[in-house]
């Protein structure tokens, strides 16, 4: 149901302007934005029990916003356009370059991409688990958390960063594959 109406949607928009298809697409995100919001607004008045405060949700749902289209902002401008971002997770996913992938543009892109997130993996990891144990911590001391609760925390965390190590690990290895297929001419160096 869903692929149909996209497919509908992506029918519709194949002969407009950029211009208009972007408009389209901002509609249809505020629109989606605008109904998982009224949705949360009601969920809180339920839960509470109280007045309806409309003001309530807003930090959750324009941080997830930011958040979201700050990744895909900084993807997309690191990989060329959100079509060098999807280029480059469908060859990761199929585990094979595109047959008309060029060498020269192939080459330097995975190696950055490797080499950023060999980067960025131990401050994420570091970041993610410091703050987790300050918050827990402030659960701990503050809210008279009992320490057995304290604990479980301690160890879904430690085994949720355990997962995001194993799969950044994982797509560094996939794009090390694609690295090796391209072919060694241009000088482009595997890292």
Do not use: C, N
């Not at 990761?92 to 992938?101: C, H, M, Q, V, W």
């Not at 659960?139 to 190590?165: C, F, Y």
């Not at 090796?180 to 482009?188: A, H, T």
């Amino acid at each position: 149901m869903i692929t149909d109406v996209v497919d509908r949607v992506t029918s519709a928009l194949s002969g407009r302007s950029g211009r208009r298809r972007r408009w389209v697409v901002a509609g249809i995100l505020l629109g989606t934005y605008g109904s998982v919001y009224l949705a949360l607004v009601g969920v809180f008045a339920l839960v509470h029990g109280g007045p309806v405060d409309w003001g309530r949700p807003i930090g959750g749902v324009v941080g997830g916003a930011v958040g979201v289209w700050g990744v895909l902002w900084w993807q997309s401008r690191r990989l060329g356009g959100l079509d060098g971002v999807d280029q480059l997770r469908q060859a990761a996913k199929r585990g094979r370059l595109p047959d008309d992938a060029d060498p020269a543009v192939w080459g330097p892109l995975l190696t950055r991409q490797v080499r950023t997130m060999r980067r960025l993996r131990p401050w994420a990891l570091t970041g993610l688990g410091l703050l987790s144990v300050v918050a827990l911590g402030l659960l701990v001391v503050v809210a008279a958390m009992p320490w057995g609760w304290g604990v479980l925390a301690v160890l879904v965390l430690g085994s949720a960063l355990g997962l995001l190590w194993w799969q950044s690990r994982r797509e560094e290895r996939r794009l090390r594959r694609l690295l090796e297929q391209l072919p060694d001419s241009d000088g482009v160096t595997a890292v």
